[in-house]
């Protein structure tokens, strides 16, 4: 049964090539000063920082700079952004890179007015936020997370080493969003790769769970098919276009809440992952990469039906004469496949965890009891072992 829900999306998207001029549409809508977040630098060498910094000036703003947030940003940095928002007395957060960009500036935008300490409050005791909260626009550069349309924000503690995502309400998610493909031509092949699996994983994460008939689950068989679509042509020719423009609108459907209304949701691997990405910094997607097999290959016998219908629908695995078991298997295969063609990683090892991590990696894991099976921590410690 279609459980009851209520749905809101606040996010104001524009999506296309000439999309950052709607950028004019938005700035007057908020106060003079902007704090303006990026990352390394891949802004500066394409030159969209160079477009962004005259659109702001255009429009009378004055600018913070808020560069250099590393991919996974860390509670160090957070502090460093609600301390210069604080300062300049900001009226928008805008961020233009990745995942890592909005994230942060969410996390910074439920912060700057906040008395207690962020990590604390927002991280380890899950709590919401009670105080003003600044506005976030984003400028997209790097697709897969879908925080350009949702409220979901991760920061990374070394020093605790945990990696923790908090989602919080409606009214965290960003004001606005501009989407525009071209800037994604300049991602390194393994960013593209690391963007397009995280995409897949998310669509999973909401698919494995429950057995109901569910609209969801149609909708996300469509957005799967569609990714593995686009991702092979893209592979063969990165500047195509129309892949890579609708990589990017399907990695805003695959996390944006729709497909998860009404129905219950696993993210495993993703609290797998996340933690496996505390001990090693390694890119987002290629963690969930590295542990999918052998989680789903875990977790298979308790789906059994599910992961037959993921077989037969989405990589159109034949069933005649064949055993569930053996259907629902060749759906995985076929998704292994899938994943080397791309070039993800397939195991922790290559991402720089080791045996004597795996213990720690299995604390910091938080186990969710949404999926098939609500594992307990000898099995964590088990399929961790054999994602090494
Ligand atoms: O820092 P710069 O120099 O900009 O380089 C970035 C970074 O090194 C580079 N890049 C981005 N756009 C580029 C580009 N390089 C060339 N050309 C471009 N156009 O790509 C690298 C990775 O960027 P990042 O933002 O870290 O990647 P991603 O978008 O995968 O974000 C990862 C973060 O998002 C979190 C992850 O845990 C991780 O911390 N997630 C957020 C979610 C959410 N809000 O719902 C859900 C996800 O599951 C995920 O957990
Ligand atoms: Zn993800």
């Given at each position: 049964m279609l459980g009851n829900f209520s749905y809101k999306n606040a996010t104001k998207l524009y999506f296309g090539d000439d999309s950052l001029r709607y950028l004019n549409e938005e700035l007057p809508k908020y106060g003079k000063t902007v704090q303006l977040i990026y990352g390394g630098g891949s802004i500066k060498r394409t030159g969209l920082y160079d477009e962004i910094v005259t659109i702001l000036k255009d429009n009378g703003k004055t600018v913070v700079e808020d560069g250099?947030?590393?991919?996974?940003?860390t509670v160090e940095k957070l502090y460093e952004g609600v301390r210069l928002a604080r300062e300049n007395d900001v009226d928008l957060l805008l961020a233009v890179g990745g995942g890592s960009c909005c994230d942060y500036a969410k996390a910074v935008s439920v912060s700057v007015h906040c008395d207690e300490d962020p990590w604390d409050k927002?991280?380890?005791?899950?709590e919401e936020p009670a105080c003003e909260i600044v506005p976030v626009g984003c400028v997209l550069?790097?697709?897969?997370?879908g925080s350009e349309m949702n409220a979901g924000a991760v920061i990374t503690n070394h020093a605790q080493k945990l990696k923790i995502g908090h989602v919080f309400g409606d009214e965290v998610m960003p004001k606005f969003s501009i989407l525009n493909p071209?800037?994604?031509?300049?991602?390194p092949k393994r960013q593209m790769v690391s963007g397009i699996y995280d995409i897949f994983n998310h669509i999973c994460e909401q698919y494995f769970s429950g057995e109901d008939d569910n609209t969801s689950d149609y909708i996300a068989e469509a957005l799967m098919k569609s990714v593995i679509h686009s991702s092979l042509i893209a592979l063969e020719n990165p500047n195509d276009y129309e892949a890579r423009s609708n990589i990017m609108w399907t990695a805003t459907w695959a996390l944006n809440t729709l497909i998860s209304r009404g129905k219950s949701t696993d993210w495993m691997v993703h609290m797998l992952g996340q933690s496996a990405g505390a001990y090693t910094d390694a890119t987002h997607g290629m963690t969930l990469s590295a542990v999918s097999l052998p989680y789903y290959r875990f977790i298979l016998p308790y789906g059994l039906a599910k992961f037959k219908r993921f077989a037969t629908e989405v990589w159109g695995v034949c069933p005649e004469g064949k055993t569930d078991e053996q259907v629902a298997e060749e759906g995985l295969a076929a998704m292994e496949a899938w994943m080397r063609k791309l070039g993800v990683a397939l195991n922790l090892s290559e991402l720089?965890?080791?045996?004597?991590m795996i213990e720690g990696i299995a604390d910091g894991t938080i186990i969710l009891d949404g999926g098939y099976k609500v594992l307990t921590r000898d099995e964590v410690v088990e399929i961790l072992r054999q994602s090494l």
């Open positions: 250099g947030v590393m991919p996974n940003p927002y991280y380890l005791r899950f550069t790097m697709v897969g997370t071209m800037y994604t031509l300049t991602l720089g965890a080791t045996e004597d």
